[in-house]
């Protein structure tokens, strides 16, 4: 596994203000012309990858170009004919163009061959996943700008390209519930998909699933309607059900041909989850804006997602000593480019078939003019939020409004959807409040809030210049939930950095920020945890009282509940593993076990 230890030198502003540019976006497809050269050749081997069962394989290029120039690049298609596809014309007056899809990746062919300019001869190695289709190489001349189409390898293809791919974890609606969800290219009428399961060493189960997928015009607008298509394949999703508590199990997805022969995946474990309130050891990671990046340096990523692939490495690293991830919004930043979606949930396979991976859902999966999202901005890329609700699954009642509560053990955590309106009187603000009012806090002490957006407090520059610290009206709404409900922590994405404050309500430090709380609860701390890949966000140079800590670097935060009244929350760098910000909380919660939704007391800390 290649490591990327990126340090970052440039600066930009906050997410909200510079969302950053997907790579992809910078190809003018439309403008390809053709102009293939017989002397020009593109030469790429192993043609068939995955003989022992792979879903990731590297693949070698070699090149040439007669008349070579330093903006050449090498484009990944798939599917491989992509130069045979018949492109609609804008409008009925243009002429239709030659090349109506984007790659799934590039690189420049000068990328490690510095005698490139000059001897046209290029050689790179890249790494390519099992996306269903099979995969051409092609070189182009006049830059991103202006693509020239030169040459196209021969065909590069998986030996089962539809195989079940890429499972992924997630908690079901009952504590007891594990629900699989996995990619797959065969639709229900060419295979019966179904998970095969049981408790290590013990009697095994069948369990079917239930199949999605989406076409082009479940998009919104472009990219993800035009040159960002790409079939999605199948979802399939299984629930796998009365789970023992903390007991392991082995599970494998199959698919049933018509013949009777049964197709595989290799083998995974998981540990089911704790019983809720259940006195144990329990470890939780939670992130946002991690987003995908290439191990082979292509598509330019550097300064896209340049920490994603050191934070999913340094999570994997410590799989053993962690039980759950939430990922709080702008998951892999597609913006558009279908295809990275399958990246994504190849890059974090490692850790999402082992352990649930809960998402939340931030701007770069929903919003979208015109289509409901709470902000009317482009920053889905056209996919108003269709991708994301169905490549992973959450325990939602409605799936498309994202927004869910989860419990695991000693922890509830309430996960928010700031892409959707959360303002007093709608039905998300509704469930804020019961999701944190429901809570046993003499079962599960330890309650948490999240949401992309920063709806609490955070220092970022561009905040600053709104003049609000936040977003504009959110910690107007929340802030009395989470102080009338007693609520420990407040997790939010959104903002590229990390940031802790002291407890606050109401803009004070109710208690100056410490490494150790105790005693009755006096006011919810914020956390900004959105540096888990995308490029980093600026803070104020102002001082501002309730901000604790905060890191312009990539990282994420680790929750560890030792019983019901001990936790230790850990912020660690996602370059070299280490914490860098730590706090212990302390209580035992007597002043919130007669706390329920119509006898919690509300302060104010006006004078």
């Known amino acids: 596994m290649i490591r990327l230890w990126v340090m970052v030198t440039w600066l930009i502003a906050c997410a909200a203000a510079h969302p950053g540019e997907q790579p992809l976006s910078r190809i003018a497809v439309e403008r390809t012309v053709l102009a293939i050269d017989e002397s020009a050749h593109v030469k790429a081997w192993p043609l068939v990858l995955g003989l022992k069962g792979q879903n990731s394989e590297w693949v070698e290029v070699e090149f040439f170009h007669p008349n070579p120039s330093s903006d050449d690049w090498i484009g990944v298609f798939s599917p491989a004919d992509f130069s045979a596809a018949i492109c609609e014309p804008e409008n009925k007056r243009q002429l239709p163009p030659d090349l109506c899809t984007a790659p799934i990746k590039y690189q420049f062919a000068n990328f490690n061959n510095d005698g490139y300019s000059k001897s046209g001869k290029g050689y790179l190695k890249l790494q390519l996943i099992n996306q269903r289709e099979d995969f051409s190489f092609a070189l182009f001349s006049g830059g991103l700008l202006k693509p020239k189409l030169i040459a196209v390898s021969k065909k590069v293809t998986f030996a089962n390209p539809k195989a079940p791919v890429y499972p992924r974890l997630a908690q079901g609606k009952p504590w007891n519930e594990m629900t699989v969800t996995w990619t797959s290219g065969y639709h229900i009428t ?83 989850s704790p019983y809720p309130g259940q006195d144990s050891l329990q470890r939780v990671i939670i992130l946002g804006d991690m987003g995908k990046a290439e191990a082979d340096g292509s598509n330019e990523f550097n300064n896209f997602q340049p920490g994603s692939l050191n934070t999913t490495y340094q999570i994997i690293r410590d799989l053993e000593n962690i039980d759950m991830v939430v990922h709080i919004g702008d998951i892999c930043y597609a913006n558009g480019y279908l295809s990275q979606w399958d990246q994504f949930t190849a890059q974090i396979e490692p850790i999402a078939s082992t352990v649930p991976y809960m998402i939340g859902s931030g701007n770069h999966e929903r919003d979208w003019p015109g289509t409901g999202s709470f902000y ?92 609000t610290f936040g977003e504009p009206m959110g910690r107007d709404t929340v802030e009395e939930l989470l102080q009338k409900y007693r609520v420990d922590l ?42 888990a890949g995308a490029s980093l966000s ?70």
């Open 538 to 607: 600026e803070f104020t140079t102002s001082k501002i009282k309730w901000s604790h800590y905060t890191d312009f670097d990539f990282g994420f935060v680790k929750l560890t509940g030792f019983n019901h009244s001990s936790l230790l929350f850990e912020y660690t760098k996602s370059r070299d593993g280490n914490v860098y910000d730590h706090f212990t909380i302390s209580r035992d919660y007597r002043d919130i076990l007669a706390c329920s939704v119509d006898n919690c007391p509300r302060i104010t800390l006006a004078t």
């Open 376 to 467: 009317g901005n482009l920053d889905s890329g056209g996919e108003c939020g269709v991708p994301a609700q169905t490549v992973f699954y959450t325990p939602a009642e409605n799936r498309a409004k994202f927004w869910y509560a989860t419990d695991y053990g000693m922890f509830r955590f309430c996960i928010a959807h700031t892409e959707e309106d959360w303002r007093p009187g709608t039905e998300q603000y509704k469930f804020i409040e019961q999701c944190l009012s429901s809570v046993d806090r003499q079962k599960q002490p330890w309650l948490i809030f999240l949401g992309h957006r920063v709806l609490g407090y955070s220092s970022c520059s561009y905040y600053e210049e709104e003049g």
């Open 490 to 531: 407040a997790f939010y994405g959104h903002v590229h950095s990390y940031e802790r404050t002291c407890p606050v309500y109401q803009s004070q430090c109710v208690v100056n920020a410490s490494d150790h709380y105790s005693g009755p609860f006096k006011a919810t701390t914020h956390v900004v945890v959105g540096g």
């Open 190 to 272: 060419e295979a019966v998909p179904f998970v095969e399961w049981g408790a290590k060493g013990g009697r095994r189960f069948l369990s079917p699933a239930g199949t999605l997928t989406f076409d082009r015009n479940s998009m919104c607008g472009a990219p993800a309607r035009t040159v960002g298509w790409r079939h999605p394949g199948y979802i399939h999703t299984s629930y796998l059900k009365d789970l023992w508590p903390d007991s392991l199990y082995t599970y494998r997805l199959g698919h049933r041909l018509p013949n009777g022969m049964n197709i595989w995946s290799k083998s995974y474990s998981f540990k089911a």
